[in-house]
């Protein structure tokens, strides 16, 4: 167990409490543990001692003073991540095509509320976020569309314009690093496509080729970390439905390779993750599923069962804020076209629980979520 204490105030709450007889911990007396040293200045610290840091604000160096000299500390940082807390569910089909934008606080159990509206009514279209920016791509309102629209997460509003897709479809997914975006698969005037393609998020235009899925196939699933996007499921140029996981680094155009299987070959379902698991959940094979099974996005291999949605539902879409996963909308047994929204811990296998309700019910939506 890790106690950390920044900082403690006596019982009257009129500043630091005074303990004569000092405070020992496992054996050792406070104030002997060492404390780590840090500076921020323009010339090195004096008398500095082993293991002291120190960031150099004339050139922009991190340093640590090791064996009576300072050493340059080289440091990356992190992509931006392609998650956060709010959750966005766009487009669809309800009894005619939507262009409707929904949003969630995802941590907070609730309905949605109306956020605004894609450039251009569309169901079967995909998802993804990073640098604030949700991207909505392809779908079809009746032929498919190479329409990329793009919404800032933080600020309700309508859709702009981002720029097209290298080919046009439906039934794609998409995944993101949190700099890239990546569309994949999907089908184009009756041919099932391998396509991948991909954009940087943060500048607007048209989608360039990155690779290939290892086999063409529509109505598939797309989920991320900061480093690999898997695509999951779907159907392949046979008409079969498969329980095949691709993976492709997201940084480095190429094609994808095997990751693994999912528990359950299914299409249409919806995926989201941590950033560390990746679930997958709904879908269909020869009937409506209420599957949600998971892999661990950095370690190829099978997927592992996690538990059930609610409702049995394919079609439907999935966001996640790094600790709460939803699934929302999607069309159940019967072919009735639902609002539900259904919430797991992704950390904690179990079944799903109830969320709240999108504005209005609709099936081939697609989510995606940030700040």
């Not at 095509?97 to 606080?105: A, G, P």
């Not at 109505?219 to 480093?227: C, E, F, M």
């Not at 046979?238 to 693994?260: E, H, K, L, M, R």
């Not at 709460?324 to 159940?332: H, I, M, P």
Request: charged content about 15%.
């Amino acid at each position: 167990m890790t106690l950390k204490v920044n900082t403690i105030t006596d019982a009257a709450g009129t500043g630091a409490p005074n303990i004569p007889d000092g405070v020992t911990i496992a054996g050792t007396a406070l104030a002997s543990v060492p404390q780590m040293e840090y500076t921020s200045s323009a010339s090195e610290p004096a008398s500095p001692s082993d293991g002291a840091l120190w960031w150099d604000s004339v050139n922009d160096l991190f340093k640590m003073y090791v064996n009576d000299a300072w050493y340059g500390v080289d440091y990356t940082d992190l992509p931006p991540s392609p998650i956060g807390s709010r959750g966005l569910f766009g487009g669809g089909y309800t009894t005619s095509f939507s262009n409707v934008i929904d949003y969630v606080t995802i941590s907070t159990t609730g309905n949605a509320t109306d956020f605004g509206n894609l450039t251009a009514v569309r169901h079967d279209l995909s998802s993804c976020s990073g640098n604030g920016r949700g991207l909505f791509g392809g779908g079809s309102s009746g032929s498919p569309k190479n329409i990329i629209d793009y919404v800032t997460i933080a600020t309700p509003g309508n859709a702009t314009d981002f720029g097209n897709l290298t080919v046009a479809r439906q039934d794609l997914s998409a995944c993101s690093d949190g700099t890239y975006g990546l569309f994949g698969g999907g089908i184009a005037y009756g041919s099932k496509s391998n396509v991948i393609d991909y954009v940087t998020i943060a500048t607007t235009g048209n989608a360039v080729d990155f690779g290939n899925l290892t086999a063409a196939r529509q109505r598939v699933a797309g989920v991320s970390n900061q480093t690999y996007g898997l695509f999951g499921g779907g159907r392949n140029s046979s008409n079969a439905v498969v329980n095949t996981i691709d993976y492709v680094t997201i940084a480095t155009p190429g094609n994808a390779t095997d990751f693994g299987d999912l528990t359950l070959a299914r299409q249409g379902l919806a995926a989201c993750s941590d950033l560390t698991r990746g679930l997958f959940g709904g879908g269909y094979t020869t009937s409506y599923s209420n599957v949600i099974d998971y892999v661990i996005i950095a370690t190829t291999g099978n997927a592992t069962d996690f538990g059930d949605l609610t409702v049995v539902r394919d079609s439907l879409a999935a966001c996640s804020d790094g600790i709460y996963g939803l699934f929302g909308g999607g069309q159940a047994s019967g072919a009735a076209i639902t609002n539900i929204m259904d919430s797991v811990s992704t950390a904690t296998t179990g079944n799903a629980t109830d969320f709240g309700d999108l504005t209005i019910a609709r099936d081939s939506l697609a989510a995606c979520s940030g700040d």
